[in-house]
């Protein structure tokens, strides 16, 4: 089969061209910008890419045209499309249909957390010798790249609520029909495509429409939004989770680092497996929770699953270290909403004591964008001793107003390269320096490492 895949290089659709080329699919597709890393994926596995949309690449007569959600009506490749008659479907359907189908679906849900759940749980499930299959929508240090067909029986999936095609306005999930399920949380996001959190537990309640009965709900018991989905019609037997509220869930944790580096798995109240590994924050703990009551469901049992978390070496761009220069370390983290802003903060906290933290943040995201969340963002960054915020262009709401609420401790940048550059100016040994933005910052990392290291030199 010919498969050609439109907005082939997000994260999602760059993971179903490379299970649709493991399968043995002819696969070529089309993006508005075909860059690195993902468009060296894809050639690497033989992959034929196209830059932009232009109608004329429908001319190669694929089988099926598999459309990212990026795509929109009035996009002339699009209207080509719906007036050639060529089969054409969404990434999440041709997933279910192509590769879930027969397979035990473990799926991770929630606004937070998906991507590291969903990448510890593939890796407990390979750690144990299940060899399973997976699609992550981030690069799992454990493993290579961010999807793979697997040979056995199970198919770990990170199942986003955002919506998929433009011509099914439900979310991803819902496709998936998962046998087992984690719920991580449910806070409001995706502005552009929910108006409230209602709508979003809606499709929440879609999915559990979809678990059948002999599989298994985890659940965060700390999470009352979720057990309002759960309220509204629940068909599978559930296990809880959560380090907050410990005393009403099934798997709990005694922390034996305060940072989160170290604890014991609790189950049912009695000891499970002992975890000590890279990650800090609460925030992992309870994915690490939710990952292995999941892999418990596909018999892997806590003490093994906490032994191959003490392997578990993240995901690329949470709290990632990018480089320390004279004693300066600077991250890169995808947190962009206040939830996980204030958990990423307080991770590194708990990880570096009394040293100064400088919060950089991007307000990127569609929601961010919005100004949905600017009544929260001070608070989320009230741990940090220094804050800076970038300002965009597009920016259509007063970010200034939210500095000035934190006080002389908070500012804004309008450039990345005099934010780089005053950055690194104040900067002394010591600092830690957590830059936060769900796109690239313009390079801002590299950019101030760079900096950091002439005046390092001079």
Request: hydrophobic share 45%.
């Amino acid at each position: 089969m010919h498969v050609h895949i439109l907005g082939i290089c997000g994260t999602f659709m760059g993971g179903i061209a490379a299970l649709a080329k493991a399968a043995g699919h002819r696969v070529t597709g089309s993006d508005r910008a075909v860059y690195p890393p993902m468009s060296t994926q894809l050639a690497a596995l033989g992959v034929d890419l196209i830059e932009g949309y232009d109608p004329a690449q429908l001319d190669l007569d694929p089988d099926v045209v598999v459309v990212g959600n990026v795509m929109s009506r009035g996009n002339p490749l699009v209207e080509r499309l719906l007036d050639s008659g060529l089969p054409y479907t969404s990434g999440p359907q041709w997933l279910a249909e192509h590769i879930l189908q027969g397979r035990w679906t473990l799926a991770v849900a929630g606004t937070h957390g998906k991507t590291t759940t969903t990448s510890m749980l593939a890796w407990i499930l390979e750690h144990a010798g299940l060899d399973p299959g997976f699609l992550v929508g981030g690069v799992p240090g454990n493993f290579e790249h961010s999807a793979r067909l697997g040979g056995g029986r199970h198919f770990v999936v990170e199942a986003d609520e955002y919506d998929t095609a433009f011509f099914d306005k439900r979310a991803k999930f819902v496709h998936y029909r998962p046998r087992t399920v984690v719920l991580n949380n449910l806070e409001y996001d995706h502005a552009d495509i929910y108006p409230d959190v209602a709508a979003i537990q809606h499709q929440f309640h879609l999915l559990m429409r979809t678990v059948p009965g002999g599989g298994r709900v985890i659940v965060n018991a700390a999470e009352p939004r979720l057990a309002e989905v759960l309220a509204m019609g629940c068909w599978t037997p559930r296990e809880s989770f959560s380090v907050a509220g410990a005393d009403a869930a099934d798997w709990s944790a005694r922390l034996d680092a305060q940072d989160g580096s170290a604890f014991t798995v609790l189950l049912d109240g009695r000891e499970a497996g002992t975890v000590t590994w890279p990650l800090v924050g609460l925030h992992n703990v309870d994915n690490a929770l939710a990952a292995m009551a999941a892999a418990r469901q596909a018999g892997v049992e806590p003490a093994t699953a906490a032994a191959a978390l003490g392997e578990f070496r993240g995901v690329r761009r949470r709290m990632e270290v990018r480089g320390t220069v004279g004693g300066i370390t600077v991250y890169d983290d995808f947190a962009h909403h206040p939830t996980a802003i204030r958990t990423t903060i307080d991770g590194l906290r708990r990880r570096v004591g009394a040293a100064r933290i400088i919060a950089v943040l991007e307000p990127r995201s569609n929601t961010m964008k919005r100004g949905v969340h600017r009544d929260e963002l001070a608070h989320s960054l009230a741990v940090a001793d220094r804050v800076w915020f970038y300002r965009p262009a597009d920016l259509g709401w007063d970010l200034g107003a939210v500095a000035a609420s934190i006080g002389p401790r908070a500012g804004v940048a309008d450039d990345v390269g005099r934010l780089a550059g005053t950055l690194a100016a104040e900067l002394q040994a010591g600092d830690h320096v957590l830059i936060m933005s769900n796109g690239s910052f313009d390079g801002l990392h590299e950019r101030l490492l760079a900096a950091l290291r002439a005046r390092h030199t001079a």
